[in-house]
């Protein structure tokens, strides 16, 4: 299944939060997006795996993409090293995707700049001929690299490389948000308040992508860092 884009994240969620918008403007150019998860996210404070998994299938279908999996790493304590890189190269060159929109490399959750460097490895790695995988119809796989990997920024005030103008898929990409009722603002739930259940935190992700748009002089954005530099053919396609 060749898409043209791969969101890979350490939770569910971390997605919706942070390239939700991008990944509704890449659908509306008639791109085709997978997304996967690396955990189910079981040491979040509210919730409970089977709960995520759920809203994650509903926020999935808010963003249309054309499939969606968790690989079950273990939330916290997973790591950059062979074993999960090994578990995530078939992955990759199953979707064999152009693009893998990726966690920040510097985050409050440890989870997320772990993801960061475990996924730009995998990255590389796949397309090394020499590091054989199977694929699901137990054929041996094709060495894959995606051109570019862009990490999305997250909860820490991170400089951008570049700015995606997300303003007219703002609310779709709230709704998408919105399907993890288990994980966010609701002022009728009794379970234990976190870090992202305040109302505080739903006007941040707001103040944030408004501050992002603001940079490229838009009213919504999200922005990301490439660890590479970027080139463009025509300065009038720049914002």
């Not at 969606?68 to 790591?79: H, K, P, V, Y």
């Not at 570049?162 to 103008?165: G, L, Q, R």
């Not at 994980?183 to 009794?190: A, G, T």
């Given at each position: 299944m060749k898409v043209d884009v791969l969101a890979i994240a350490a939770h569910p969620d971390d997605t919706e939060m942070s390239c939700g918008g991008t990944i509704l403007s890449l659908i509306a150019q008639g791109k085709t997006i997978a997304a996967v998860?690396?955990?189910?996210?079981?040491?979040?404070t509210r919730g409970t795996p089977k709960i995520r998994l759920q809203e994650a299938a509903e926020a999935s279908k808010i963003l249309k993409l054309a499939a969606?999996?968790?690989?079950?790493?273990?939330?916290?304590?997973?790591?950059n090293d062979e074993d999960h890189q090994m578990a995530l190269l078939p992955i990759i060159r199953h979707y064999r995707p152009d693009i893998v929109l990726t966690?920040?490399?510097d985050d409050r959750h440890p989870d997320h700049g772990r993801?960061?460097?475990l996924v730009y490895d995998a990255c590389f790695y796949a397309g090394l001929r020499r590091i054989q995988t199977t694929g699901r119809d137990g054929r041996p796989q094709e060495a894959w690299r995606p051109k570019f990997i862009y990490h999305f920024i997250q909860d820490r005030s991170l400089k951008p490389s570049?700015?995606?103008?997300i303003s007219e898929y703002w609310e779709d990409k709230l709704a998408s948000i919105r399907a993890y009722r288990s994980?966010?603002?609701?002022?009728?739930?009794?379970e234990p308040e976190s870090y992202i259940s305040s109302k505080d935190f739903w006007?941040?992700?707001?103040?944030r992508a408004r501050e992002f748009g603001h940079q490229i002089g838009v009213k919504f954005g999200e922005g990301y860092i490439s660890r590479r530099m970027l080139g463009v053919r025509n300065l009038f396609d720049l914002y």
């Open positions: 998860d690396l955990t189910q996210g079981e040491l979040g969606r999996e968790n690989l079950g790493f273990r939330d916290g304590f997973f790591r966690n920040t490399v993801a960061a460097e570049f700015v995606v103008d994980q966010f603002y609701d002022p009728n739930s009794h006007d941040f992700l707001e103040a």
